[in-house]
């Protein structure tokens, strides 16, 4: 009995498509653990392949997806500021059959290159961009400088992209007011 049973005891649209990730994943020897709410499959205690769904497709989210080779051409960067990960998405159970051998040789590959160590790079907090009314509030309060600089740099990533996403001054700042008591508590924007 996996924790992650229920995911897909659960009646849904997905529930196939789940079911037959699901098989793909365990078929390749993986763990299937409960991480972030979705079934995760692991090797050795490291992350490979999340199933998730939603409205409109269901998808395996390869961690270090960035890494692949990708033959087929079929892994998605979610958005624009996803860095490692990549999908692969699915609006039915057939799309599932027809690469179930390609996607075995990606969860093959994700493994190889876990064994292997090698890591993803990332972007330096310094590459994200940083509004000015947000430099302009740092650079006035030292308190909340060196608040901003203790929290982890996915939790910086995360502010930077929320405050720079604001297209008017005003919102970024409005944006950046409602965050300073959760920086000064050494919270990230979602915590």
Known sequence: MSKADFYFNKAGKWQEE???????ALDCHLTEELKWGCPCYTYEGNNIVLIHTF???CAFLFF??????????ILIQQT???QAARQVRFTSAKE???QKTTLKAYIYEAVELEESGVKVEMKKITEFPMPEEFKARLDKDKKLKKAFEE???????GYLLHFSSAKQSKTRESRIEKSIPQILDGKGLDD
């Open 55 to 57: 409205k409109d497709y």
């Open 80 to 82: 624009a500021n996803v």
């Open 18 to 24: 789940i079911g037959k990730m699901r098989d793909i």
């Open 64 to 73: 270090k997806g960035v890494l692949l080779k990708d033959p087929k051409g």
């Open 151 to 157: 929290l982890t740099p996915g939790r910086q990533r």
């Open 96 to 98: 599932i059959d027809k």
